[in-house]
């Protein structure tokens, strides 16, 4: 079956502008979650949606935000872009809420901001 | 403050030889560890996972072992292969929390033909 597909997989945007963002889970997966990762930072947890409602949003500022849609897929929203956005966003899915050993993730988004 | 530390930055090993990934965590609400292997340019792999209610747990080649009183975990990979070079995550989780995982930084594991 197919997995985790992230849309599109490289973005160049320019300082301030705005970015969407979009992953499409594993068919029956209705659990999504979006992670940043930066050298610096490593790995950082973003938000989870579940049954389009996010259920729990890690320590970023209000220009990051998501929405989760009836079908699961998802999509995360970037605005007003900075320098330091600029990382691989990963979108990972799960069958249901808790369920995180059945995380699948997918290849990523590489986003650029010059 | 950082809650999952991998404090081996890198590891080179002989293949065939034992591969020891070591991952300490702070935070004791934590139940739950996970550990994945990342190839540049895809996202994380899940490999092996192990409940706070065990002290081991083994799939093939890998093995992870809990420490809890010392809040340590780490992976042994035998016998290390070539293709095991990868970037390799812990991560660590609350059960009833969802599904939203603190990762270590990654060690870069090189196993050596």
């Known amino acids: 079956k197919a997995g985790v597909t992230q849309t599109p997989r490289y973005l160049i945007k320019t300082r301030g502008q705005q970015v969407t963002l979009s992953c499409s889970p594993i068919?029956?997966?209705?659990?999504v979650s979006w992670y940043q990762q930066t050298p610096g930072q490593g790995l950082q947890f973003l938000f989870e949606y579940f049954s389009e409602t996010q259920r729990n949003k890690g320590n970023f500022p209000g220009r990051f935000s998501g929405r989760q849609f009836s079908n699961s897929r998802s999509e995360m929203n970037v605005s007003t872009l900075e320098l330091g956005d600029s990382a691989l966003y990963l979108c990972a899915s799960s069958l249901e809420y808790g369920d995180g050993y059945g995380y699948t993730f997918g290849s990523g988004t590489r986003l650029t901001v010059v | 403050d950082q809650q999952v530390k991998q404090n081996s930055p890198s590891l080179s090993v002989q293949e065939g030889r034992i591969s020891i990934l070591n991952c300490d965590y702070t935070n004791s609400m934590f139940d739950y560890f996970l550990w994945y292997k990342k190839y540049p340019a895809e996202g994380p792999t899940f490999l092996i996972s192990i409940s706070s209610i065990k002290d081991k747990n083994e799939d093939g080649r890998f093995t992870v072992f809990l420490n809890k009183s010392a809040k340590h975990l780490s992976l042994h990979i035998v016998p290390s292969q070539p293709g095991d070079s990868a970037v390799y995550f812990c991560?660590?989780?609350?059960?009833?929390?969802?599904?939203?995982?603190?990762f270590g930084g990654g060690t870069r594991l090189m196993v050596k033909p």
């Open positions: 991560a660590a989780s609350v059960h009833n929390a969802g599904n939203m995982l603190t």
């Open positions: 068919s029956g997966h209705r659990s």
